[in-house]
């Protein structure tokens, strides 16, 4: 079992960037996939980027590509997406995601952070 919380959302200008963490607890972290997904109101939560266990292959959304980079720190039990370029549309609350699977779906993950919110001004 791992525990998952994130920080480093907040407010931000459109074209600006942010960084976000996710700490984890738990010894078994390296053995995880790990996704960051993200929600906006009204909506679907929606797969944003994934990074494998070791941390040598990513896959991202085309929503978020070229703009968004996920990674890892196994030693530290660490996630991060660093975000680029930020839009409007990039506004919602984001989750840091644990699963035993190469998955792009929510369903997939069994473990959540709380979510911290990103909102990106026009």
């Known amino acids: 079992q791992v525990q998952l919380v994130e920080s480093g959302g907040g407010f931000v200008q459109t074209g600006g960037s942010l960084r976000l963490s996710c700490a984890a607890d738990?010894?078994?972290?390296?053995?995880?996939?790990m996704g960051w997904f993200r929600q906006a109101p009204g909506k679907e939560r929606e797969f944003a980027a994934r990074?494998?266990?070791?941390?040598?292959?990513?896959i991202y959304a085309n929503s978020v590509k070229g703009r968004f980079t996920i990674s890892r720190d196994n030693a530290r039990n660490m996630v991060y997406l660093q975000m680029n370029s930020l839009k409007p549309e990039d506004t919602a609350v984001y989750y840091c995601?644990?699963?035993?699977?190469?998955?792009?779906?929510?369903?997939?993950?069994?473990?959540w952070g709380q979510g911290t919110q990103v909102t990106v001004s026009s």
């Open positions: 990074i494998s266990r070791s941390g040598g292959s990513t």
């Open positions: 738990g010894r078994t972290f390296p053995n995880y996939g």
């Open positions: 995601a644990a699963t035993s699977f190469v998955s792009t779906s929510p369903e997939s993950y069994a473990y």
